[in-house]
């Protein structure tokens, strides 16, 4: 059962983590949601925009207002970036402690109790991990909402109006991933740990008997 839950809890990590990574690079965290413009349709994400001619599908992008990355930022892109490439990198670490504590893995393989702990160590980073994505994403979605509610309330119209794209929801699930994966590698493998140790000790006591026995049969012929 705890080599099930290890395989489920890397393909769920890997998603959670490739979901991440996408997020913070592409261009769809904010889409343009009039229905009056059917002409084109505009996305801007955390490092460029993009706009897409919807008759003939031309697509062209181009950095996001600055001419270089260290211009001087809106508060949101900057906290956003900082939140979502940290999430990136624990996730990605947590990946790859979780693939060496995996049993399928040859490394430690006759330490049980110290591939546990390595998982058990996975779940804590990917957990911290899902921290700053969630937070990122959804303080993002929320400011774009709070922005257009407020330009809706002073009676301000620009000619179009942003709602969230599919990079803040690739933000958000591959946030919740990690929380589930965490859950997955601390909770559960914490549950079925006593009937591996068992299992283990069982093993361990078998042999020394057999050994015992083997000892005791030469010494009776001698």
Partial sequence: MIVVLQLMATCLALVSTLFLIVATW???????????????????GLWWECVTNTQDGVRTCDQ???????AEHPLKIVLTRALMITADILASFALIILVLGLDVVKLLKEEPHVKIRICYFAGFIFGIGGIPGMIGSVWYAVDVYVERATLVLK???LGMHYEFGWSCWLGM???????????VLTCCLYIFRDARSSQY????YQYGRTAAGKKYAVDSRV
Avoid at 64 to 70: A, F, G, K, R, V
Avoid at 173 to 183: D, Q, R
């Fill in 26 to 44: 592409t261009d769809c965290w904010m889409v343009n949601a009039d229905d009056d413009l059917e002409v084109s349709q505009k996305c801007r």
């Fill in 173 to 183: 699930a591959g946030s919740t991933g990690c929380f589930l994966t965490s859950i």
């Fill in 201 to 204: 000790n069982r093993s361990i």
């Fill in 64 to 70: 996001y207002q600055y001419e270089t990355i260290l």
């Fill in 155 to 157: 009676n301000v119209y």
